[in-house]
């Protein structure tokens, strides 16, 4: 595995594809090949959700001190863009965003590190979002910003590929909060 991109402590990884006449395989968590990357990560939860329709955004999610979490997130089927905004206070680069299309195509998993928010919008219908965490889920700690917070600016339409006018969103998202320095 490699590191395809990396900013504001979010890093794009690239796993190595093993292809033969069968098909693929590649290793979905590779905790020496991660420590290689400067990536320490236990395994605390496994999350799996699927998102109906295009467009759907979920997000941005976060957890609350001393629940925060880091995440390995990538997509099983269908595509995403996946976004990570650092919302630590006093950080350098608090407000700050990386996006990337992560599809079941192109296998990259996005590493979010503690403390920042997360989010993604389906870019097909049918979309599986996977993704490891280090800490536990506690419904207490966990809180939304709006994904159009324009404290962070995040650009849903992936650059005018898709038009996220009125996207659909649970409860918890549609009342999250904004962005305080
Ligand atoms: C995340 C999570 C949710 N739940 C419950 C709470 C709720 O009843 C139901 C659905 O939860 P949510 O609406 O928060 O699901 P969702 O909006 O898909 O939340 C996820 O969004 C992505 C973008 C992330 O980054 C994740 O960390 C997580 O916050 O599942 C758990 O029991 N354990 C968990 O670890």
């Known amino acids: 595995m490699k ?3 990396e900013e504001i402590g979010v890093k794009i990884i690239e796993p190595k594809i093993v292809t033969d006449n069968r098909g693929w395989f590649q290793i979905a968590f590779d905790f020496y090949g ?13 999350n799996h959700s699927f998102t109906e329709s295009r467009g759907t955004i979920r997000g941005l999610n976060y957890q609350e001190a001393p629940f925060e979490q880091a995440k390995l997130v ?14 630590r206070k006093g950080s350098e680069t608090f407000g700050k965003w990386v996006g990337e299309i992560l599809s079941a195509e192109n296998h990259r998993i996005m590493y979010v590190p503690a403390g920042f928010a997360h989010g993604v919008i389906a870019l097909e219908d049918r979309t599986e979002l996977q993704y490891f965490t280090n800490s536990k889920f506690s419904l207490e700690h966990a809180k939304s910003i ?17 038009s996220p006018d009125v996207p659909n969103l649970s409860e918890k998202n549609r009342n999250g909060g904004y962005l305080t320095p």
């Open 3 to 5: 590191i395809k991109r």
């Open 34 to 46: 991660l420590q290689e990357l400067g990536i320490e990560f236990h395994i605390c939860q496994e």
């Open 74 to 87: 990538r997509c099983t089927a269908g595509s995403m863009y996946s976004v990570a905004a650092d919302i």
């Open 146 to 162: 709006r994904y159009d917070d324009p404290a962070i600016g995040i650009d849903w339409t992936v650059g005018g590929l898709i």
